[in-house]
């Protein structure tokens, strides 16, 4: 309802809009700066044929610009077809992965969840989780391990008991 309202208000009296406009006289030029005024009587005075100059339209020149075609076309961009990637073999994931679809994990890459269980077991049994055995059991590289294991560590929460009596008691 609200459109038509707004489409008649629109088209009220267009034609005579549209008249009215089409018939005002055409712009104007600039108005030149004031110091330039006289500088512009004084050539005026002194060439009265570059007046005509002005108004007159040049036919050589207006021929020559119909003729002017520009025509553009991106540049054909060439794609490298090298040999095809190799296929990456997967390996299926190890553990429990808490109901996540994980399906296959590239051979060389580990998940969150299996980077979690491997630092946890070498925490826990460094004698029967070392480094090699690691490395064969999740396709990993053995230097990559041994950063892994060097660098990084699972949290741990520890509660120290108070060794005194004048440690302040929590209310």
């Known amino acids: 309802m609200g459109a038509s309202v707004a489409r008649a208000i629109r088209n009220f ?8 406009e089409i018939s005002k006289m055409k712009p104007s030029p600039a ?13 005026m005075k002194s060439h009265p044929d570059i007046k005509g100059d002005i108004v007159r339209k040049d036919d050589k020149l207006l021929s020559l610009l119909k ?3 520009v025509d553009s076309k991106d540049p054909v961009q060439v794609k490298d077809v090298g040999p095809p990637p190799e296929p990456k ?4 994931p190890k553990g429990n992965h808490f109901d996540m679809n ?18 946890n077991n070498h925490k826990l049994y460094p004698e029967t989780w070392t480094a090699e055995k690691i490395a064969k059991e999740y ?4 230097k990559d391990v ?10 741990e929460v520890k509660i120290f008991p108070p060794e005194d009596k004048k440690a302040i008691q929590s209310k």
């Open 13 to 20: 009296n267009l034609e005579n809009r549209a008249e009215r």
């Open 31 to 43: 108005p030149r700066h004031p110091s330039t005024k006289s500088l512009l009587r004084e050539q």
């Open 67 to 69: 003729d002017v075609y």
């Open 89 to 92: 073999e997967y390996r299926l």
């Open 102 to 119: 994980i399906e296959n994990i590239p051979k060389g890459k580990i998940s969150v969840v299996e980077a979690l269980t491997l630092l």
């Open 139 to 142: 396709h990993l590289e053995q």
């Open 146 to 155: 041994n950063s892994l294991l060097k660098y990084f560590v699972t949290f």
